[in-house]
């Protein structure tokens, strides 16, 4: 079988990650790291090597000039994505940019353009719709099996970054991250849009309260009117001294509620019985969502088929939430698209 050479670009944890993703395939292989940080490409081209070595980059033209890498994965901060991205299209790679996919729909609408006019591939990192249990609800939804969904609540809010696996100075700023809409909850803007489709109009509330470590809001409420005629409402932010991670999905004959604390998805159709599935069970018969994600990316290119998560995608959830403060800034509903 064919194998997809890649080059990674960032060596922090997101890349690590993402380049376990790439070991869990046996169509792709990372060849190369670029990270300008002293010594972080080394260490991490060290930690992932398997079978082969994977060489270090300090500079990316380096690593941008070898013709046996045919794509590359961006996993720098946010900011850097449409930069980065434009670059390696401009060097005739394929591109498999993580979320958020840019800070602005300028910027996105750049990326899709500078892959379009080189000619490559163009997919994002939304991997949470293919995680547990969010890919099972998804599928559950679509089925039918609980009629059309016409509501939606969900509620992703926790503490700071201080002392967490992703603890990073950039991510204090809102120039360089885009806040909580961006860097955390583009998943769940993505998966809003996953059951209830194209978003219509964007209205948001929000505000800095117990973070004075960054410049950005740490309490945000967000309601979206979709196209279809669905209503959906994001509660999202870092002010929580409890976590929680939770939603509802309210569908013309049944209804659904999934919590992150009991990891349980609880869902009842018409007059049947409540049904209780335990996350655990939600991941039967699916392939771990990071493999998953960049298997398809891999496959796409290697047989010139269309990406799964294409940058119209991105470009999406990125408008509303560049929408969403925009709508927070000027207290009104800002109509889609920007």
Same mark, same amino acid.
């Given at each position: 079988?064919?194998?997809?050479?890649?080059?990674?670009?960032?060596?922090?944890?997101?890349?690590?990650?993402?380049?376990?993703?790439?070991?869990?395939?046996?169509? &792709?292989?990372?060849?190369?790291?670029?990270?300008?940080?002293?010594?972080?490409?080394?260490?991490?081209?060290? *930690?992932?090597?398997?079978?082969?070595?994977?060489?270090?980059?300090?500079?990316?033209?380096?690593?941008?000039?070898?013709?046996?890498?045919?794509?590359?994965?961006?996993?720098?901060?946010?900011?850097?994505?449409?930069?980065?991205?434009?670059?390696?299209?401009?060097?005739?790679?394929?591109?498999?940019?993580?979320?958020? +996919?840019?800070?602005?729909?300028?910027?996105?609408?750049?990326?899709?353009?500078?892959?379009?006019?080189?000619?490559?591939?163009? +997919?994002? $990192?939304?991997?949470?719709?293919?995680?547990?249990?969010?890919?099972?609800?998804?599928?559950?939804?679509?089925?039918?099996?609980?009629?059309?969904?016409?509501?939606?609540?969900?509620?992703?809010? $926790?503490?700071?970054?201080?002392?967490? @696996?992703?603890?990073?100075?950039?991510? !204090?700023?809102?120039?360089?991250?885009? $806040?909580?809409?961006?860097?955390?909850? &583009?998943?769940?803007?993505?998966? +809003?849009?996953?059951?209830?489709? *194209?978003?219509?109009?964007?209205?948001?509330? +929000?505000?800095?309260?117990?973070?004075?470590?960054?410049?950005?809001?740490?309490?945000?409420?967000?309601?979206? !009117?979709?196209?279809?005629?669905?209503?959906?409402?994001?509660?999202? $932010?870092?002010?929580?001294?409890?976590? @929680?991670?939770?939603?509802?999905?309210?569908? @013309?004959?049944?209804?659904?509620?999934?919590?992150?604390?009991?990891?349980?998805?609880?869902?009842?159709?018409?007059? *049947?019985?409540?049904?209780?599935? !335990?996350?655990?069970?939600?991941?039967?018969?699916?392939?771990?969502?990071?493999?998953?994600?960049?298997?398809?990316?891999?496959?796409?290119?290697?047989?010139?088929?269309?990406?799964?998560?294409?940058?119209?995608?991105?470009?999406?959830?990125?408008?509303?939430?560049?929408?969403?403060?925009?709508?927070?800034? &000027?207290?009104?509903?800002?109509?889609?698209?920007?």
């Amino acid at each position: 079988m064919d194998e997809l050479l890649i080059g990674l670009i960032g060596a922090g944890n997101m890349g690590k990650s993402l380049a376990s993703g790439v070991a869990a395939c046996d169509v &792709a292989r990372i060849v190369a790291i670029s990270d300008p940080a002293e010594g972080a490409a080394q260490a991490a081209a060290e *930690e992932i090597a398997e079978d082969e070595p994977v060489d270090a980059y300090t500079e990316l033209p380096e690593m941008l000039e070898r013709e046996d890498i045919q794509a590359v994965i961006v996993a720098a901060p946010n900011f850097l994505h449409a930069d980065l991205t434009r670059r390696a299209a401009e060097a005739g790679k394929h591109v498999f940019c993580e979320k958020p +996919m840019a800070l602005n729909v300028a910027d996105a609408r750049a990326m899709i353009e500078a892959c379009d006019s080189a000619g490559v591939k163009l +997919m994002i $990192g939304q991997v949470l719709r293919y995680l547990p249990p969010f890919v099972w609800i998804i599928d559950l939804v679509r089925s039918g099996k609980l009629g059309e969904p016409f509501g939606m609540q969900v509620s992703r809010i $926790g503490g700071g970054w201080a002392g967490g @696996t992703y603890d990073a100075e950039w991510r !204090t700023k809102k120039e360089l991250c885009g $806040g909580p809409l961006f860097e955390v909850s &583009a998943h769940e803007i993505d998966f +809003m849009r996953q059951i209830l489709g *194209e978003a219509e109009t964007v209205y948001a509330s +929000m505000d800095n309260y117990v973070s004075p470590e960054v410049d950005y809001e740490d309490f945000v409420h967000l309601v979206i !009117t979709f196209k279809e005629g669905g209503r959906g409402a994001l509660l999202a $932010g870092h002010s929580a001294k409890m976590g @929680t991670y939770d939603g509802k999905i309210f569908c @013309t004959e049944g209804t659904l509620y999934f919590d992150n604390k009991t990891e349980k998805v609880t869902y009842r159709a018409d007059d *049947e019985e409540p049904v209780e599935v !335990t996350y655990s069970e939600t991941r039967e018969g699916y392939e771990p969502g990071v493999q998953r994600e960049i298997r398809e990316f891999a496959e796409a290119v290697l047989d010139d088929a269309p990406v799964t998560i294409p940058g119209i995608d991105g470009l999406r959830n990125t408008e509303i939430a560049q929408a969403a403060q925009i709508s927070a800034a &000027a207290n009104r509903v800002v109509e889609l698209p920007l």
